[in-house]
Every structure is written in C-alpha cells, then in structure tokens.
Antibody, heavy 123, light 110 residues
Framework: QVQLQQSGPGLVKPSQTLSLTCDIS??????????WNWIRQSPSRGLEWLGR?????????DYAVSVKSRISINPDTSKNQFSLQLNSVTPEDTAVYYC?????????????WGQGTKVTVSS | QSALTQPPSVSGSPGQSVTISCTGT?????????VSWYQQPPGTAPRLMIY???NRPSGVPHRFSGSKSGNTASLTISGLEAEDEADYYC??????????FGGGTKLTVL
C-alpha cells in the first residue's frame, strides 16, 4: 500500500522560503510510470496544482504558471522522497499543502495523497 | 488562470440522482479527454472518483459516472447515499503543461 508522509514547518515568515518534504513508502520516486505532485488548498484560491516531477530515463519538471518563478520540486532518490520549495512567500501562500502521486493508471490519476500540511505565512 | 466553473452547491435525497457540472474552455475541458473528479469529505484529503472523463478506478462504486459535452464535464451520482455528502472537485489538463481545478461543489444529502 502506497503512503505519503509529509513534514515541514507550519509557520513561515513573509519573503522567506517554504520548504516541505514528502516521504514515499510502497513506491519509488524513480518509478517509470508515476509522477509526484504538489497541490495546495486555501479558502480563497481553492485547490491549486503547483507542479510535479517524474522520471522517464531523465528527470522532468512541470510547474504552474502562477508560481513558476518561485517554485522548485526536487526528488531525492537516496531517501525516496521529494520536496517543495516556494520562495518569497506572502500571506497569499497560506494554505494546506498536499503531496500527491499520479499513479498513471490513466491520465491525471491523483490516487494517493499525503496527510496535508497547514502552512501559515505570517510575521 | 481561472478555475473551472462548478455550482457552489447541489442537494438530493437518498436514492435520488444528482449531477455536478464543470465548465471550462476549449483550452482545457473541451480540448482534452483529461477530466477527473475528486471527492473530499470534511477534514480529509481528496479521493479520486473518475478519471479520463468517465473511467472509474477500482473500488469506486458504480453509482458514480462521468461524461462530457463540449466544454462541460459532468459527474452523476445515482442512488444517493448519506456517505456521499462531501465536496466534489473537477480537475482538467490545460494546454502548455498546466492543470486546473474547479471551484468545488458541496453536495448535501437531505
């Protein structure tokens, strides 16, 4: 059974960097079929896809236009995890952040979700 | 980037059917058969219910079905049960390697 376990701080100061990690069990970050996503949810913005990474002989990265200049998603094969870094945060980045697997049982099949991390951007 | 348009709320009695719409444009819903639907009970993470417009993952009841016409996708729940009460979100691929969610619909089982 695949599980995703998130970790990271729940409070980040404005202009600083939000960093979260997602540990994978039951699958591999280097899987040739899955993709690894970050999605956030807030009352004001709803659910918002942020980006993903996946391995197909090389590593690939896709990012949402809305955060493209500030985001980085990085796999760590030695720890079987992937991380999210979001730079220059503002209160608008306050949200619950989820790491999510796309199992590729079809197209865009977000089938396993982490437990969610509530991140507040405030001084 | 605007979210896909869903009705804020729908309701139905046990045993009835309800349909939730998700309207986008030819750049997302209308342009690709890549619409999925997610159920989110309060305080939990979303759960995949439908992918590629009308496919059900294993474990999802046959009461849940999906369809699409033009720029609008729909999720239909037949034989409503109390446990179906949740928020529902559509999700679509949008051109230029981007994805977008709907604003969400709260389903109330009366």
């Amino acid at each position: 059974q695949v599980q995703l376990q998130q970790s990271g701080p729940g409070l980040v100061k404005p202009s600083q960097t939000l960093s979260l990690t997602c540990d994978i069990s039951g699958d591999s970050v280097s899987s040739n079929s899955a993709a690894w996503n970050w999605i956030r949810q807030s009352p004001s913005r709803g659910l918002e896809w942020l980006g993903r990474t996946f391995y197909r002989s090389n590593w690939y990265y896709d990012y949402a236009v809305s955060v493209k200049s500030r985001i980085s998603i990085n796999p760590d094969t030695s720890k079987n995890q992937f991380s999210l870094q979001l730079n220059s945060v503002t209160p608008e980045d306050t949200a619950v952040y989820y790491c999510v697997r796309d199992a590729a049982i079809g197209l865009d099949t977000l089938d396993v979700w982490g437990q969610g991390t509530k991140v507040t951007v405030s001084s | 980037q605007s979210a896909l348009t869903q009705p804020p709320s729908v309701s139905g009695s046990p045993g009835q059917s309800v349909t939730i719409s998700c309207t986008g444009t030819s750049s997302d819903v209308g342009g690709y058969n890549r619409v999925s639907w997610y159920q989110q009970p309060p305080g939990t993470a979303p759960r995949l219910m439908i992918y590629e417009v009308s496919n059900r993952p294993s474990g999802v009841p046959h009461r849940f079905s999906g369809s699409k016409s033009g720029n609008t996708a729909s999720l239909t729940i037949s034989g409503l049960e109390a446990e179906d009460e949740a928020d529902y979100y559509c999700f679509s691929y949008r051109s230029n390697t981007d994805w977008v969610f709907g604003g969400g619909t709260k389903l109330t089982v009366l």
